[in-house]
């Protein structure tokens, strides 16, 4: 019987991703930026999230937003109106951004300025888990719609975050959705991982965000924490 050689293609491809975003890591560390890799599915309220949190943060610390997505300027367009910095990334089809692509719109971004800047990744659970984009931290956001169960449905995801932003808490009562065993579901998963109710249309639970990304932000930077 012929003997054939077998390459692991997609060992490689995730070790020399992994190194890559080693590199950019200690890069952001040298110029004093922190950024967080922001994920979740279609329609949880990334954008949402981001435009109070940037109402809540802009007169303390500069921050600039990467959006990615497969098409469209959509969402740049809503962050721009913020008036933070905001660039839009277009993954030319691809449901995710690995750590070279991340770098290709920091560079062109421009970081020098800034002390925060968020990613906000293409939407989708499965893909962006798989890629280490040489983020400082790496948040989520999971929408009371979307139910308790996605932390089973989707391990990888939750075990790589360090914040799990559960949106749309004003919706809870029209939805059965069980806080507690989401909780437990993604403890089960991350026992690590901060989880932090919120509401982007209320603002429930935006206070302790934005102490947890000032915390973050000045650790990572060693600027002082602005209060």
Known sequence: MKEFKVIEVKRSIFED??????????????????LLNLMSSPGAGKTSTLKRTISMLKDEMRIGVMEADI??????QTISETGAKA???HTGGMCHLDADMTRQGLLEFGTEDLDLVVLENVGNLVCPAEFD????KNAMILSV?????KPLKYPL?????DVVLINKTDVLPYFDFDMEKCREYIKER?????????SAKTGEGFAEWTDWLRRETADWTGKEKQK
């Open 190 to 198: 991350n026992p690590k991982a901060k989880v932090i109710p919120i």
């Open 145 to 149: 719609p979307e139910g308790q169960d």
């Open 71 to 76: 098409d469209s300027d959509v969402d740049a």
């Open 157 to 161: 995801m939750f075990s790589v975050c």
């Open 17 to 34: 991703n992994d190194a890559d975003a080693a590199r950019l890591r200690q890069t952001l560390k040298k110029q004093k930026t922190f």
């Open 87 to 89: 660039i839009q990334i």
């Open 133 to 136: 984009t040489g983020a400082c």
